[in-house]
Nanobody
Framework: QVQLVESGGGLVQAGGSLRVSCAAS????????MRWYRQAPGKQRELVAV???????DYANSVKGRFTISRDNAKNMVYLQMNSLKPEDTAVYYC???????????????WGQGTQVTVSS
């Protein structure tokens, strides 16, 4: 089994910063793409940021220049540094990872349980 556990969410004022983390554990041979999604109340889950195993990144237009995704391959962790936060960034943030559990196995997608980020105005 593979578990993804997010941490670091909380309440912050508009203009502030927060970093959320996601730790992958269990039977892991390798992880390729890791992603952060978010879901606000009454809205669909949306992709926020992506990072490949080689460190290539991409971001939703709404967070470009404010959010930075990074990863530590040795620790099987992914981070999302969020700066200049806005009330519209309020959401549950989920990490997602494509994990290969065994040599020669396929990559399967796994999700964390989410961490709440609330930005007050």
């Amino acid at each position: 089994q593979v578990q993804l556990v997010e941490s670091g969410g909380g309440l912050v004022q508009a203009g502030g910063s927060l970093r959320v983390s996601c730790a992958a554990s269990g039977t892991i041979f390798s992880i390729n793409t890791m992603r952060w999604y978010r879901q606000a109340p009454g809205k669909q889950r949306e992709l926020v940021a992506v990072i490949t195993s080689g460190g290539l990144t991409d971001y939703a237009n709404s967070v470009k220049g404010r959010f930075t995704i990074s990863r530590d391959n040795a620790k099987n962790m992914v981070y999302l540094q969020m700066n200049s936060l806005k009330p519209e960034d309020t959401a549950v943030y989920y990490c997602n990872a494509n994990v290969r559990r065994y040599l020669g196995g396929s990559f399967d997608g796994y999700w964390g349980q989410g961490t709440q980020v609330t930005v007050s105005s």
